[in-house]
């Protein structure tokens, strides 16, 4: 087609089509890469050419790859490829409950780190004395939402608390959302006249940092449930840039984001309703406990769990992930 490239956002969706293909073709031929490998090292094993580690490496690694695809079948549905907004919000609890957001904070910015996803912060409301009371943050690239889905829902923390003098062990909680950032591929149908705007200074608490200038934006969205009627109020800040226009624009696209979460959500539940699915969607719920001085981080969901409390809060949460998933993404269709 030679206007291919005059319809920029018709050329987007197909270019993504082949970029999802190519990834599948990708996959596939490096499993049948290490199975070839794996096979030819078995024959070269019996003709002592090869240890036997050897050979169990490349079978650890033929299966990492078989599961790393399988996984990947796992995500099928037309949100799980896109980026997502991650927001966190403290329990009560005061101090020990911000401390509790800070730390989940940092846990999903290394995991996305380590993932290789890109990560900014739309809006951070710190702690009174340490802490964080919430924070909202896009994390960007391909399935970042299918594979971050699984950590919606209420995570509790038990710990001897640094800030309890009696050293008593404390119980925290924190709720962790998690909503598809949809990008230019996604219709998502906003009313102008619904929407309004007001700005106000962002920054820290003084100094060389602190921001002269309205560049924080807060926007109110006066929303209405097309399948209830219930009305409600969307209200989004934020502080992102030192750039008023940037910062309306990511405040637009979050909440496009939240008109098109709450679609979603309407059609899970419309599904469960006909299929009767074991995939229970309870938003809100409590699905992780983190015990420190037992060193077990388990999910109530699947039963996973394990003892590697500082990896899971340096951000190795891949075990937690992939069980949800296997379990459950394939009751999603």
Do not use: C
């Amino acid at each position: 087609m030679p206007d291919f490239w005059e319809h920029p956002k018709e050329a987007q969706v197909q270019m993504k089509k082949i970029k999802d293909l190519q990834a599948w073709i990708n996959g596939y031929a490096e499993v049948e890469k290490a199975v070839d490998e794996l096979g030819l090292s078995f024959d070269f094993y019996k003709e002592d050419l090869v240890t036997e580690e050897e050979v169990d490496a490349l079978y650890a690694d033929a299966i990492a790859k078989i599961e790393s695809l399988e996984l990947r079948n796992m995500l099928r549905r037309e949100e799980d490829k896109l980026g997502v907004v991650l927001k966190i919000n403290s329990g009560a609890g005061g101090t020990e409950s911000q401390d509790w957001a800070s730390m989940l904070m940092r846990m999903y910015l290394r995991w996305a780190e380590k993932s290789g996803y890109k990560t900014s912060i739309a809006n951070l409301l710190d702690g009174e004395e340490a802490g964080i009371k919430s924070v909202t943050i896009n994390v960007e690239g391909d399935f970042a939402y299918g594979y971050l889905k699984s950590e919606n829902g209420v995570h509790r923390l038990v710990r001897v608390s640094p800030y309890n003098a009696q050293g008593k062990r404390m119980t925290s909680f924190a709720s962790v959302f998690v909503t598809p950032l949809v990008d230019d591929t996604i219709e998502v149908k906003v009313e102008p006249a619904l929407l309004s705007w007001d700005t106000f200074r962002s920054g820290g608490a003084g100094g060389q940092n602190v921001n002269k200038v309205e560049s924080g934006v807060r926007l109110r969205y006066q929303f209405t449930d097309p399948y209830t009627g219930e009305k409600e109020e969307i209200l989004i800040e934020n502080t992102e840039t030192r750039d008023q226009p940037k910062n309306k624009e990511n405040a637009l696209r979050q909440l496009r984001s939240i008109l098109y979460d709450k679609e979603l959500r309407h059609r899970m539940e419309e599904q469960a309703k006909v299929e009767a699915s074991k995939m229970k969607i309870e938003w809100g719920s409590q699905i992780r406990s983190y015990v420190f001085d037992d060193r077990r981080v388990k999910d109530h969901r699947t039963g996973y769990q394990t003892a590697d409390v500082n990896g899971v809060m340096d951000g190795d949460i891949d075990g937690f992930i992939k069980a949800f998933l296997m379990e459950f993404a394939g009751a999603e269709e």
